[in-house]
């Protein structure tokens, strides 16, 4: 076991805290807001969701870069691990930024969507070596987490029910990639711990 690998499972978890928080960031900016004190309440909930991306952002970019620098984890591993983090961290800084200064997602949806198409090639090869302890579940994770940016035009370009939804089909796979993103945290950390329960540094 890589002396590194146990912040996988915090790096999930916030994931899951991320993905599940980017569904109700859809509803927010895909739905019709009146005019009066609901719009003034959902510009101020956008801001606030902003800072939270930023926050979240440059803490992934930051790790996920460490991580491709010293590869911590063991052979591939490293490349389908730490490499979409970093590029987790960019996308979460630049979702960030667009609604603190656009209040909106529309104007970087197009090229959100391409980078949506990075995740699903490392969903197929994590499948295809059979990557992880569940295969299965992580290529699932990591699909449907791309699928969702890739679908966004079709939400923030287009008007009345079909971007309605879109943006319920994207909150639909932002939900239940969220969901296995902490299913799978959650199992890490009880593993890792066990993995380490008995482990002390050399100067313990």
């Known amino acids: 076991m ?6 996988l499972d915090i790096y999930l978890m ?3 805290a991320t993905l599940l928080g980017s569904a109700y960031t859809v509803w927010l900016t895909t739905k019709p807001i009146a005019k009066g004190s609901p719009q003034v309440e959902a510009i101020n909930g956008i801001k606030s969701l902003a800072l ?4 979240v952002g ?3 970019l930051a790790t996920g870069v460490w991580g491709i620098a010293t590869w911590p984890l063991p052979s591939s591993y490293n490349i389908v691990l730490m ?3 970093a590029l987790f961290g960019a996308a979460a800084l630049i979702v960030g930024l667009s609604l603190y200064f656009t209040g909106s997602l529309s104007t970087v949806s197009v090229p959100l969507a391409f980078l949506g198409i990075i995740p699903i090639v490392y969903g197929v090869d994590i499948l295809k070596y059979n990557l992880t302890t569940e295969p299965g579940l992580a ?6 987490t791309g699928l969702a940016p890739l679908l966004s035009p079709f939400a923030y370009l287009t008007k009345g029910r079909v971007s309605r939804y879109i943006g319920l089909l994207i909150m639909a796979l932002l939900a ?4 296995i993103a902490y299913m799978i945290g959650v199992g890490a950390t009880f593993e890792h711990t066990a993995g380490w329960v008995k482990w002390t540094p050399w100067y313990g």
């Open 2 to 7: 890589a002396l590194f690998m146990d912040p």
């Open 14 to 16: 916030i994931l899951g």
């Open 52 to 55: 939270y991306y930023v926050g």
């Open 58 to 60: 440059v803490f992934a």
């Open 83 to 85: 490499d979409p983090w």
């Open 139 to 144: 290529a699932a994770l990591y699909i449907l």
């Open 176 to 179: 239940v990639a969220g969901i």
